[in-house]
């Protein structure tokens, strides 16, 4: 490549400034999506991973129970075989920070006589630094970050809740747990296992028992020597395999916001190709004369994608840090998703590692690339003649409208005959139909401007000229209209999405929270039913004055036989209304009067829809679980509609799950009262008489706004994503506008030189950007409703397992259509009025007939 | 547009219709035009020759107030130009101008009849009463059958003698036309010339076109040479 001729191509990239910020733009707004997604879903899973690091980091094995726990009567028996050098129990408990509503610490109790070293390195100092450690009544090692987030020092006291328990810990060190595992909570404690186990009521209870292997021995031998030894109420994992149930559990999640993210890079690349087909349309006589000049069309070909390459990587270099910096601001919202709904640890630190710096450059140069591949193989492959003459792609591409929407059909009738005819048995076969989808818009879009436009009488000087004008640009505006289509289409897809989400599970709630008030402990939703509410509290508030039936429910972590990590509940009445065990969970399958009986005197279950549709289960087939004695088959009698957790519930009678997992208390109580009983007077009445307990009373009202708030916070990552697209797709309407402005100057001087004023000429100019802006939006809602029957029927259903009711959210769609419109007319201000400004002087130019 | 009365019309007719008074034209240092002066009264007809670069299109710019003189003034329709702001300008363009120009300038994406149309749409005519004018032009061209057609599809004299439509659409008292069978053949551009002049006549307007033709420009009442940028008759 000659150095000369590149820097006469980039010298053209100089001058033609806002064409050049545009393209960059486009590429660093594409890149930036994905980095942040991809930053966020890394923090995800290391945050996770951390943990494990952080607490397991020595281990090659961890012995898991069944359930939320394990005895500890197991720990012998895991010394005693063969392949085990060394093993040590821990506690992990969730606590609650007083005064703090929204912070929790998770507490590692561990075994000082185990014969190995801590599971966390205690540097230098060794165990000086933990002389109180067994002897003082609550003490405890924090993060050093975590005690000034708290304003604490060594020696003050830090008030926890668990259950419905409040206790006083004393710091006593500060320790830099990060040193050893980099991605590790900050929010991790450290406290001896019998303080631990007494603290927060876990006595003669484990949560792990970490294996250190003997010398040349396999892990995985050891491992199945081990469950082999202590039975089917075990687990015995490696710390990678813990790790990879976050990566399978948030699957889903994942992959939804990377498709997303990979929208704003398609609708990127509309903005790429419409930038460099200008550019080069405008230096045309320039190739021509290179190529006259003896340079060859792979000469050409190279000296454009070089350009082009190194616009994507100064847009690359822009979207980084942008796409960081987007990541950090929404790490709280997403942090908000995994704890509420996958139960996994907050996202407390973002890392850039180089394999995502390498992920975006390649979606950058890639993007750019792919972008520009189309227009520089046009010009290339044109000989010198036609490139001194007119440029010829804009007849092309009004004659090969109708061809290209044929394509789009043609692909559509492929797509769904590969659907039917056994493609939907395939997990993505959801999200190939929504990328065939985004594909097929922009394919129609030529012939729908043409014909939509082109045949419009002008019958004035207003907007029917301008869409005309639309009409007769096709190279350009057919792009500026797809990129907005499939950028609309996305946004209202996803509206229509989460607007029937909403309104199914508000059903939902309303159907299922039918009491007045709700009662949990502090870390409930957090210490996967390792603790609960005291009998003491539970019958204190279940014969409270006017309370006229307590519901109490248990609710664990377990796990299907086959390794499938579930959530069981059960539910137990007192009061007038008598026994019932199920409490009002709406069923997709099953009579509920038959279902009842079943819980009762049958052993069976209830499974949710999600497990369901994931596990291939019906009424009258068996569900597995893995109990604490081994596995237990049930019977499932009924499949309920349940909103709160991707990954399945089941419902059991109570002494169903106590004989499944041992006995347990109560993890939360609803309560309803009587009917002339004033809520909120007696939630007062309530929390005076349980003062000094960490008790959370939720009022019916409150819980619901509670459950919606975490619901739209879901969905907040989502919304920058809809941002960002819809950023590049009004950025795409602002260059299709200044291409147009450019390659219609001879015609805005015609209107010049008949006497037509420059406020005339502007509102042409915006008339064009709106007119863009609604065929844009036409377009995107007819694949916005494709998008979301999609979305809602094959994808939600396939990886998610919901049922959601359609719902038009009028509002939100109206909302967004305003802003779509007001962006388009937004992006047209400048270049309308950088046309009004063209000098009658144009005229001299050939471009009209 | 109003009918005018009649002692507007007299004061009208005694005025010139175009009046450059001394004018000269300067892009950067660069004098294009120098001292010209020369009027033109309505129903009269002037060529302009000279050769490429003597200023004949920035003067035919300067008359129709798309561009404005460095020194001197250009007087359109008894309105002295220099003093207008750019809207004001366009306005009177728009009511005193008609425009020709070499490369026709037809819109591809438009009719042949809705580019006629142009001149009223951008003025805000009744849209009934421009067709209805834009029609009778077109047959007085002998152009009524094409006036569906697509502009495209019209052959370089076709194209040209619907400019001339366009051109005077709105009746305007003063036609301007650059090399307006520049790029025709002889045959063409003697029957674009013939038509032009025979339109301008039956309107009543003043006619100034420029030319490389010394035989079109020997069709005009007056004409004038521009030579280094100072205007010289022709004898």
Excluded at chain 1, 407 to 431: M, P, T
Excluded at chain 1, 545 to 574: E, H, N, P, W
């Amino acid at each position: 490549m000659n150095v000369r001729l590149l820097n006469a191509g980039l010298a053209h990239w100089r001058q033609a400034r806002t064409l050049t910020l545009l393209t960059v733009c486009g590429v660093a707004l594409g890149v930036a999506s994905v980095v942040c997604i991809q930053t966020l879903n890394l923090g995800a899973l290391a945050a996770f991973g951390g943990g494990v690091k952080a607490v397991s980091g020595e281990a090659d094995l961890v012995v898991l129970g069944q359930g939320p726990d394990l005895a500890e009567s197991v720990y012998p028996a895991v010394l005693a075989e063969s392949g085990v050098a060394a093993a040590w129990p821990l506690v992990r408990a969730w606590v609650r920070v007083e005064r703090r509503p929204a912070t929790y610490l998770e507490i590692l109790g561990v075994d000082v006589f185990a014969p190995v070293s801590f599971p966390v390195r205690l540097g230098g100092e060794g165990l000086a630094r933990f002389d109180g450690l067994l002897a003082e009544p609550g003490w405890i090692a924090l993060t050093p970050e975590f005690a000034r987030e708290l304003d604490l020092a060594v020696r003050d006291t830090l008030s926890v809740a668990t259950g419905d328990r409040t206790v006083g810990l004393v710091i006593g060190a500060l320790v830099d747990f990060r040193a050893h595992a980099p991605l590790a909570s900050a929010k991790l404690g450290l406290m001896d296992i019998s303080q631990a186990q007494s603290w927060f009521g876990r006595r003669g209870r484990v949560s792990q028992i970490d294996v250190k292997v003997a010398a040349g021995r396999r892990p995985a031998d050891v491992a199945a020597a081990l469950e082999r030894a202590l039975g089917p109420g075990v687990r015995v994992l490696t710390p990678d395999q813990r790790a990879q149930d976050a990566t399978g559990l948030l699957a889903a999640f994942r992959l939804n916001l990377t498709a997303l993210s990979l929208i704003s890079v398609l609708v990127g690349v509309f903005l790429i190709f419409s930038a460099v087909h200008a550019s080069l349309v405008r230096r045309r006589r320039d190739f021509g004369l290179l190529r006259s000049l003896g340079a060859s069309r792979g000469q050409l070909l190279g000296m454009i994608l070089l350009e082009v390459a190194l616009l994507g990587l100064a847009g690359t270099a822009l979207g980084l840090p942008l796409g960081f910096v987007t990541a950090r601001q929404n790490v709280d919202a997403v942090s908000a998703t995994l704890t509420s709904i996958y139960l996994l640890s907050e996202i407390e630190q973002l890392t850039l590692p180089p394999l995502l710096v390498a992920i975006a450059v390649a979606v950058g140069l890639g993007g750019a690339l792919l972008g520009a591949l189309l227009p520089a193989l046009d010009i290339a492959r044109r000989d010198p003649v036609a490139l001194l003459g007119a440029a010829g792609l804009p007849e092309r591409l009004s004659r090969l409208a109708p061809r290209f929407a044929l394509a789009g059909l043609v692909l559509v009738a492929a797509v769904v005959a590969w659907y039917a005819g056994g493609g939907r048995r395939l997990k993505e076969s959801g999200f190939v139909l929504a990328f065939f989808l985004m594909v097929v818009l922009p394919l129609l879009t030529p012939l729908f401007l043409r014909e939509l436009c082109g045949r419009l009488p002008p019958g004035g000087f207003g907007w029917r000229l301008g869409l005309r004008g639309l009409a007769s640009r096709l190279q350009s505006t057919s792009f500026a209209v797809a990129a907005l289509a499939v950028t609309v289409a996305m946004l209202v897809g996803i509206t229509l999405l989460i607007g029937s989400f909403r309104a199914t599970l508000d059903t939902w709630i309303q159907d299922t929270l039918q009491a007045d008030i709700y009662v949990t402990g502090a870390s409930w939703d957090r210490d996967h039913g390792a603790t609960w509410l005291s009998e003491e509290v539970v019958a204190l508030l279940a014969g409270f004055d006017g309370v006229r039936a307590a519901d109490r429910q248990r609710r664990i972590s377990g796990r299907t036989t086959d390794g499938r990590a579930l959530r069981l509940a059960a539910f137990r009445r007192t009061g007038e209304a008598g026994p019932r065990q199920l409490s009002r969970v709406p069923l997709l399958a099953g009579d509920p009067e038959r279902v009842e009986r079943a819980l009762r005197d049958d052993g069976a279950c209830v499974i949710t829809e999600p497990l369901a549709r994931h596990a291939g289960l019906a009424v009258g087939d068996t569900l597995r679980l893995a109990g604490a004695d081994g596995p237990v088959p049930l019977p499932i009698a009924g499949i309920g509609y349940d909103y709160s957790t991707e990954g399945g519930l089941v419902f059991l009678g109570w002494p169903t799950l106590d004989a499944v997992y041992g006995p347990g208390g109560t993890s939360s109580l609803a309560l309803t009262l009587a009917r002339d009983r004033d809520v909120d007077a007696t939630l007062d009445a309530m929390r005076a008489a349980l003062a000094g307990r960490a008790v959370e009373l939720r009022s019916n009202r409150r819980l619901r706004a509670e459950v919606l708030d975490i619901f739209d916070q879901t969905f907040a990552v989502t919304r920058i994503l809809q941002a960002m697209a819809l950023v590049i797709a009004v950025a795409g309407v602002s260059l299709t506008l200044l291409i147009m402005g450019r390659e219609r100057a001879t015609e805005f001087a015609l209107y010049r030189s008949l006497g037509a004023t420059r406020r005339q000429l502007v509102r042409l100019g915006l008339g064009e950007g709106a007119g863009l802006g609604l065929l844009g939006f036409a377009l995107g809602l007819a694949g916005g409703a494709v998008l979301a029957a999609i979305l809602i029927l094959l994808i939600n259903r396939d990886w998610f397992g919901w049922t959601i009711r359609f719902e038009l959210p009028a509002s939100d769609l109206a909302v967004q259509a305003a802003w779509i419109l007001a962006g388009a007319l937004a992006a047209a201000v400048y270049p309308a009025l950088r046309s009004s400004r063209t000098p009658v002087a144009e005229l001299t130019r050939e471009d009209l007939l | 547009m109003p009918a005018p009365t009649a002692h507007a019309t007299m004061a009208r007719m005694q005025r010139p219709l175009l009046e450059f008074r001394d004018v000269a034209r300067a892009f950067g240092g660069r004098t294009v035009l120098s001292g010209v002066s020369f009027r033109l009264d309505r129903g009269e007809s002037l060529s302009m020759v000279g050769r490429s670069g003597s200023g004949k299109s920035t003067l035919l710019h300067l008359a129709a107030g798309i561009d404005l003189p460095t020194r001197g003034e250009v007087v359109l329709d008894g309105t002295p130009l220099s003093p207008l702001s750019d809207r004001n300008r366009s306005l009177l363009r728009r009511r005193c101008v008609g425009l020709v120009f070499q490369f026709f300038h037809l819109l591809p994406h438009l009719s042949v009849a809705d580019n006629v149309c142009l001149p009223g749409w951008v003025a805000g005519d009744p849209p009934r009463a421009t067709r209805e004018r834009a029609r009778e032009l077109l047959a007085q061209v002998a152009l009524s059958d094409r006036a569906g057609d697509p502009a495209g599809k019209l052959s370089g004299g076709e194209m040209q003698r619907v400019a001339l439509c366009r051109a005077l659409l709105r009746r305007p008292p003063l036609v301007l036309a650059d090399e307006p069978t520049g790029n025709l053949d002889e045959a063409a551009g003697r029957q674009v010339m013939d038509l032009l002049r025979q339109l301008t006549r039956d309107a009543d307007a003043g006619l100034l076109f420029v030319t490389h033709s010394r035989e079109q420009a020997a069709l005009a009442g007056t004409v004038l040479r521009l030579r280094d940028g100072r205007l010289e008759a022709v004898a």
